[in-house]
Structures are given as C-alpha cells and as structure tokens.
C-alpha cells in the first residue's frame, strides 16, 4: 500500500485545526463564566489565550472590550470595541459599548461636517457589507452578458432594443458596485487608525520636541495614522487637526 505523504499532511492539519478549535470554544466558554461571575481580569486571560492561537472573531473582541470597561481600561476598552467593528461594523450591540467607552475618553472631538451628498452616499454604502457589493457587482456584470448576448442572437427589433436598454442598465449598476468596492478598498488600505494608549500625549507641530506644542490628547482618542519619522508618528485627528507624536504611544487596529 502507498504511503502518501501530502494526504496525511492533510489529514493532521485538518485534525490540529479542529482541536485548535475546540479549545478555544472551551477557553471562550470558561472566560464567560468568569465575566458573568465578575472575575474580568481572569476572563480576559481566557480570551487572551484565544489570541494567542491568532484567532480572531467580533464576539471575542466584544467581549475583552466589556471586561477593560467593567476595569475602568479606557484605551483598552475602546481599542478592542474598535476591533470588533472592524469586522462587524453593524452590530448594533458593539455601536452601543463602543459609544459607552467613548464617553469615558477625557477628549471630546467634533468631526468634520459632511456635505448631504457625501452623507447619502455614506448611507448608500452602509446598507451591505463588502461582501455582498463584491457579489452584486459579479451579478450585474453576469446579467449584462445574458442581455447582451440575447441582444446579439435576437431577430426581433422590439427584442433587440429591450435587451440592449437592459445590458446598458446593467453595465451601469456593475460599474457604481465596482466603483464602490474600489473606494472602499482603497480607503480599508491606505486608512490606518489606532487607540492612543499614553494616559497623555504631547502633539507637536514638527516631529521634534523642541517645536511648538500645539495640543495635549488622552487615552483612548482614536487617531488615523498618516507617516513616520525617525521615532515619530503623524496624526491627524477627525476635525482635521493633524501633528505628530512621539512613536509607541498609539496601538493600531
């Protein structure tokens, strides 16, 4: 009988994933009896563990952000409620946290205004997940080359017309969900945000200290990420204010 190598390497992988799994069920478990008993600081050891393994999930993080609020942890609180929106950005029970940690920041920032175009085209977006534009886009596209191909294959004038007005009308809709996707995959890319983590941190006009200081930020200010220098970060923060701090004090999400 052969013996096939890459088989079982298969084999032993999908069996170590399934047990990986399991634990972390377990250790998932065990950390939510330890927050419903008031023991944060030892659930969020659980939860760690899970980290540990490089798994990654809205509830986990939803959960490490409850146990920082029970303790107080500002930065801490808002980094992970900010991790389980980034990959469930319409959880109504994580919008609601997140607006609870936010209230314990000492910095209150207003953002910039936004025309009502720009809020519309907002709203737009934020009606479906990329996922789903991903596989509206693909729809659309598929639905013009039946159209167009009944328009190529069809004698009849009246016919002709409705399906070539049918394939531009889907040709149209493919284009906005591709534009849509391609800005919101541009925009996940280039933004970088992260938690300032400091208790306080100086922000400087020029990466540099000797320069002017032109305001003070706390913990658990989220900040966008733009460039580094030599042991500095430049930040700009969500009214457009922008300086740059000295590196390490900003955990990225």
């Given at each position: 009988?052969?013996?096939n190598m890459?088989?079982s390497?298969?084999?032993?992988?999908?069996?170590?994933?399934i047990?990986?799994?399991q634990?972390?069920d377990l250790?998932f478990?065990?950390?939510n009896?330890?927050y419903?008993?008031?023991?944060?600081e030892?659930?969020i050891?659980?939860?760690?563990?899970?980290l540990e393994?490089?798994?990654h999930?809205p509830?986990?993080y939803?959960?490490l952000?409850n146990?920082?609020y029970?303790?107080n942890?500002v930065?801490?609180s808002?980094?992970y409620?900010?991790?389980?929106?980034?990959?469930?950005p319409?959880d109504?029970?994580?919008?609601?946290?997140l607006?609870?940690?936010?209230?314990m920041?000492?910095?209150s920032?207003?953002?910039?205004?936004?025309?009502?175009v720009?809020?519309n085209i907002d709203?737009?977006?934020?009606?479906?997940?990329?996922?789903i534009?991903?596989f509206?886009?693909?729809?659309f596209?598929?639905?013009?080359?039946?159209s167009s191909?009944?328009?190529?294959?069809?004698?009849n004038?009246?016919?002709?017309r409705?399906?070539?007005?049918?394939s531009?009308?889907?040709l149209s809709?493919?284009f906005?969900?591709?534009n849509i996707?391609?800005?919101?995959?541009?925009?996940?890319?280039?933004?970088?945000n992260?938690?300032?983590?400091?208790k306080?941190?100086?922000?400087?006009?020029?990466?540099?200290?000797?320069n002017?200081?032109?305001?003070?930020l706390?913990?658990g200010?989220k900040v966008?990420?733009?460039?580094?220098l030599?042991?500095w970060?430049?930040i700009?923060l969500?009214?457009?204010?922008?300086g740059?701090?000295?590196?390490?004090?900003i955990k990225t999400?």
């Amino acid at each position: 009988m052969k013996f096939n190598m890459k088989k079982s390497f298969y084999i032993v992988f999908l069996l170590f994933k399934i047990g990986f799994s399991q634990t972390s069920d377990l250790l998932f478990e065990k950390g939510n009896e330890l927050y419903n008993k008031g023991e944060f600081e030892l659930a969020i050891n659980e939860y760690n563990k899970i980290l540990e393994n490089e798994l990654h999930s809205p509830e986990l993080y939803f959960n490490l952000g409850n146990c920082f609020y029970k303790l107080n942890e500002v930065a801490k609180s808002n980094f992970y409620f900010e991790k389980a929106l980034i990959l469930s950005p319409k959880d109504q029970y994580i919008l609601k946290n997140l607006s609870f940690a936010k209230n314990m920041i000492l910095d209150s920032i207003e953002e910039l205004p936004k025309t009502q175009v720009q809020k519309n085209i907002d709203s737009l977006i934020f009606l479906f997940s990329f996922r789903i534009w991903s596989f509206m886009s693909i729809g659309f596209m598929l639905i013009f080359f039946i159209s167009s191909l009944f328009y190529l294959f069809s004698y009849n004038s009246i016919h002709k017309r409705f399906y070539f007005s049918l394939s531009i009308v889907f040709l149209s809709f493919s284009f906005l969900t591709s534009n849509i996707i391609w800005k919101e995959s541009k925009k996940l890319n280039e933004t970088k945000n992260g938690i300032i983590f400091a208790k306080e941190l100086s922000v400087f006009s020029e990466p540099n200290s000797r320069n002017e200081e032109i305001f003070i930020l706390h913990e658990g200010t989220k900040v966008q990420l733009m460039d580094k220098l030599k042991g500095w970060e430049k930040i700009r923060l969500v009214n457009g204010s922008e300086g740059w701090v000295i590196e390490n004090q900003i955990k990225t999400l």
